[in-house]
């Protein structure tokens, strides 16, 4: 078990790459904190799955765009499972139009759940990590944070940020122990982007591009990134973003 008796936070954990993460953890000996902001009973559900095949977890419910809320989390999972040693910040939302029929307050939820929340679950957990000078920080970020994506410009934008955000963390804090990593993955089938799964020809498209003609990832393959960047044999990887994308970007 490469995470046995590691604490683990996934946010956006109760459904897509983030479920698929949070059983991965559990089975690698993970104490998972199952983190959902809008359904309580899929977080539940999650945590009752990790229970039954003998792992621990718990659910909480946490709007990660808000900072009472991310910092009273930690203090909850730091009561109930113990120090937290992996944070995975997978929550995010993808609203798709053209520029010109996006909102305001389009702009704001895809930045401040996609960016501001993966600074705020951050920000909450690294004093407890440098008191133990070890770490691992996972943000999901998205090959549309490097390739542009049409009828996307607020979540191509947050993923270009998080990328940064790993980066910079990781020079400001990798001297204390703490490994910060991210994820870019392919087109992966999930709940959020599911109107594109079934848009046909957005489908064969995407299948088109992709070296191994699959149009989509499951969450499953996603999930043995996760527990790569999470466990000791990715010690000496800082500020890396790990593609996972059936090789969409060397396309």
């Not at 955000?165 to 709940?191: D, M, Q, Y």
Request: aromatic share 6%.
């Amino acid at each position: 078990m490469k995470l046995k008796n590691k604490v683990a936070i996934v946010t956006g954990g109760s459904q897509g790459i983030g479920e698929a993460i949070c059983l991965r953890f559990a089975k690698e000996g993970a104490k998972v904190a199952v983190v959902n902001a809008r359904n309580p009973k899929r977080g539940q559900a999650v945590a009752k799955a990790i229970a039954g095949a003998g792992g621990v977890a718990r659910a909480y419910r946490c709007d990660v765009s808000k900072r009472a809320q991310v910092q009273g989390l930690v203090k909850k999972v730091l009561k109930d499972l113990g120090p937290v040693d992996i944070v995975v910040g997978n929550a995010g939302v993808m609203i798709n139009k053209p520029m010109e029929e996006y909102s305001e307050k389009d702009w704001d939820v895809t930045i401040a759940v996609n960016l501001k929340g993966n600074f705020l679950l951050a920000q909450a957990v690294v004093p407890l990590m440098k008191r133990k000078k070890a770490g691992k920080i996972i943000f999901i970020s998205s090959i549309a944070g490097t390739h542009a994506f049409p009828n996307a410009l607020p979540y191509c934008a947050s993923k270009g940020g998080v990328h940064m955000l790993t980066r910079a963390l990781s020079a400001e804090i990798a001297k204390f122990g703490i490994n910060v990593n991210s994820i870019s993955p392919g087109n992966t089938a999930t709940p959020l982007n599911q109107h594109l799964q079934d848009d046909p020809e957005f489908v064969k498209l995407m299948a088109s591009y992709t070296p191994t003609g699959r149009a989509y990832i499951s969450t499953g393959e996603m999930a043995g990134a996760a527990v790569f960047l999470a466990s000791d044999d990715a010690s000496a990887v800082h500020g890396h973003d790990l593609i996972v994308d059936d090789g969409w970007c060397a396309m």
